[in-house]
């Protein structure tokens, strides 16, 4: 029987819990790089890139020759069972990456929501504290403790009522929607005035550029004001790089261009070039204070996601992709601000590195309303985007850094096409 996506679908609504989401109603057959056939055997762009998970695109030569070799050798022992080279030397290579100029220790697990969960119980377990303080808009994933951080209730805790205690909210600086530097700083103090005093905080958890919150950066002034108020209570201070991590950014972790580094950093998505591999790095005082046992997980690490992530590193050194992430999203970013010279719905252009969005608005107010026939209109072209904000209004750029010249050219034509036939309509 030949397969189709619609037919697929069907089969998908029947076995497939509605809570698993699915943006695109098409089916992947195969992929390679930035191109992605689907069942049928139509090819699309891929800009979405598994959302920021294949920075070196998909199936890349060397990713996958060294995945091929360790399957030959052995697929799993759990590494808190009997040990393997590759966990080491993928902590080896993070403890250098990741920036700070302190002894660092890293723990390996598999989704980058266990990253997160487990820098929490790093920072509870160092500071002998509880509370933690995340941001508007923020997001850290999907798991119990993860929604608690995440500043967005629909869809990902819509129904499921309360999420855990001790976690408290403050402002994410956002000049375009009115929050300044200093309204998000004095969130904070409203906190420890009205809510729990600094002895009572662990962590503040932030991405240095929010992902599914919009793109939002935060300015390095921003981050040093943070920095200071966590050196003067004790409180250890996360960067969630899940999604900027792996040089999406242009730099291999978005904190090296804050000018000052975490204690605690998390990391997924890209590291490991498609095969399902987190963790968290930080200051090997802060993460030895979890006893034995206290940190892990059966397929924490895998002997397969370890190879994948060296051959990644290796990719980034070999084929200088730091320097491409900053050219694609320079490519990126002067296409699409030609195109916001055309539409005046696109409020504004931004992202570091190669990690850029678009924002959509009509007459200052945001414009959700596009979002959905963006991205359909582009995949009836061959084009395959995200969308993303609190609102739903942004329009979000992932290709892989390994993409052509032409081919990014290609779907940007596709992008301006797709704006002409949405905001001429």
């Given at each position: 029987?030949?397969?189709?996506?619609?037919?697929?679908?069907?089969?998908?609504?029947?076995?497939?819990?509605?809570?698993?989401?699915?943006?695109?109603?098409?089916?992947?057959?195969?992929?390679?790089?930035?191109?992605?056939?689907?069942?049928?055997?139509?090819?699309?762009?891929?800009?979405?890139?598994?959302?920021?998970?294949?920075?070196?695109?998909?199936?890349?030569?060397?990713?996958?020759?060294?995945?091929?070799?360790?399957?030959?050798?052995?697929?799993?022992?759990?590494?808190?069972?009997?040990?393997?080279?590759?966990?080491?030397?993928?902590?080896?290579?993070?403890?250098?990456?990741?920036?700070?100029?302190?002894?660092?220790?890293?723990?390996?697990?598999?989704?980058?929501?266990?990253?997160?969960?487990?820098?929490?119980?790093?920072?509870?377990?160092?500071?002998?504290?509880?509370?933690?303080i995340a941001f508007t808009?923020?997001?850290?994933?999907?798991?119990?403790?993860?929604?608690?951080?995440?500043?967005?209730?629909?869809?990902?805790?819509?129904?499921?009522?309360?999420?855990?205690?001790?976690?408290?909210?403050?402002?994410?600086?956002?000049?375009?929607?009115?929050?300044?530097?200093?309204?998000?700083?004095?969130?904070?103090?409203?906190?420890?005035k009205n809510d729990a005093?600094?002895?009572?905080?662990?962590?503040?958890?932030?991405?240095?550029?929010?992902?599914?919150?919009?793109?939002?950066?935060?300015?390095?002034?921003?981050?040093k004001r943070l920095r200071?108020?966590?050196?003067?209570?004790?409180?250890?201070?996360?960067?969630?790089?899940?999604?900027?991590?792996?040089?999406?950014?242009?730099?291999?972790?978005?904190?090296?261009?804050?000018?000052?580094?975490?204690?605690?950093?998390?990391?997924?998505?890209?590291?490991?070039?498609?095969?399902?591999?987190?963790?968290?790095?930080?200051?090997?005082?802060?993460?030895?204070?979890?006893?034995?046992?206290?940190?892990?997980?059966?397929?924490?690490?895998?002997?397969?996601?370890?190879?994948?992530?060296?051959?990644?590193?290796?990719?980034?050194?070999?084929?200088?992709?730091?320097?491409?992430?900053?050219?694609?999203?320079?490519?990126?970013?002067?296409?699409?601000?030609?195109?916001?010279?055309?539409?005046?719905?696109?409020?504004?252009?931004?992202?570091?590195?190669?990690?850029?969005?678009?924002?959509?608005?009509?007459?200052?107010?945001?414009?959700?309303?596009?979002?959905?026939?963006?991205?359909?209109?582009?995949?009836?072209?061959?084009?395959?985007?995200?969308?993303?904000?609190?609102?739903?209004?942004?329009?979000?750029?992932?290709?892989?850094?390994?993409?052509?010249?032409?081919?990014?050219?290609?779907?940007?034509?596709?992008?301006?096409?797709?704006?002409?036939?949405?905001?001429?309509?």
């Amino acid at each position: 029987m030949t397969k189709t996506n619609d037919g697929l679908m069907a089969r998908r609504q029947a076995a497939v819990a509605q809570g698993v989401g699915q943006i695109h109603p098409i089916f992947t057959e195969r992929a390679e790089n930035a191109t992605v056939w689907d069942v049928e055997g139509r090819e699309y762009i891929d800009f979405a890139g598994g959302i920021a998970v294949l920075n070196t695109g998909h199936l890349h030569p060397k990713v996958k020759a060294a995945v091929a070799a360790q399957l030959d050798a052995f697929s799993h022992t759990c590494f808190m069972v009997l040990g393997y080279e590759s966990y080491i030397a993928v902590c080896e290579k993070l403890n250098h990456l990741v920036p700070g100029d302190f002894d660092k220790k890293t723990a390996l697990f598999t989704s980058g929501s266990e990253a997160v969960e487990n820098a929490v119980k790093v920072a509870r377990a160092y500071t002998k504290r509880a509370g933690v303080i995340a941001f508007t808009s923020g997001y850290h994933g999907r798991t119990i403790a993860a929604l608690a951080l995440t500043g967005k209730v629909a869809p990902y805790s819509k129904g499921m009522g309360l999420m855990s205690a001790n976690v408290f909210r403050a402002e994410f600086p956002c000049e375009m929607h009115g929050v300044s530097e200093d309204d998000a700083m004095a969130s904070i103090e409203r906190i420890f005035k009205n809510d729990a005093e600094p002895a009572d905080i662990a962590a503040i958890i932030l991405e240095p550029v929010q992902g599914e919150g919009g793109f939002y950066a935060v300015t390095p002034s921003f981050m040093k004001r943070l920095r200071e108020l966590c050196d003067n209570h004790g409180i250890v201070l996360i960067a969630d790089e899940v999604q900027t991590g792996a040089g999406r950014t242009g730099t291999f972790f978005a904190m090296e261009q804050m000018g000052v580094a975490a204690d605690i950093t998390t990391f997924a998505k890209s590291i490991a070039g498609g095969f399902p591999l987190s963790g968290i790095t930080g200051k090997a005082d802060v993460m030895d204070a979890v006893t034995a046992g206290g940190l892990g997980g059966t397929y924490g690490g895998s002997p397969i996601a370890c190879a994948a992530a060296l051959a990644v590193i290796e990719v980034f050194e070999e084929e200088q992709l730091l320097t491409r992430a900053n050219d694609v999203g320079n490519r990126l970013k002067t296409a699409l601000t030609d195109m916001q010279a055309k539409y005046p719905q696109i409020a504004d252009v931004r992202g570091l590195g190669a990690m850029i969005a678009i924002e959509l608005m009509d007459d200052g107010v945001p414009a959700p309303q596009y979002s959905a026939k963006i991205l359909a209109e582009a995949r009836s072209r061959g084009l395959i985007l995200l969308s993303c904000g609190t609102y739903g209004n942004v329009i979000r750029v992932l290709v892989p850094l390994t993409a052509p010249d032409a081919q990014i050219d290609a779907g940007l034509a596709i992008m301006d096409g797709t704006f002409q036939a949405v905001f001429k309509s």
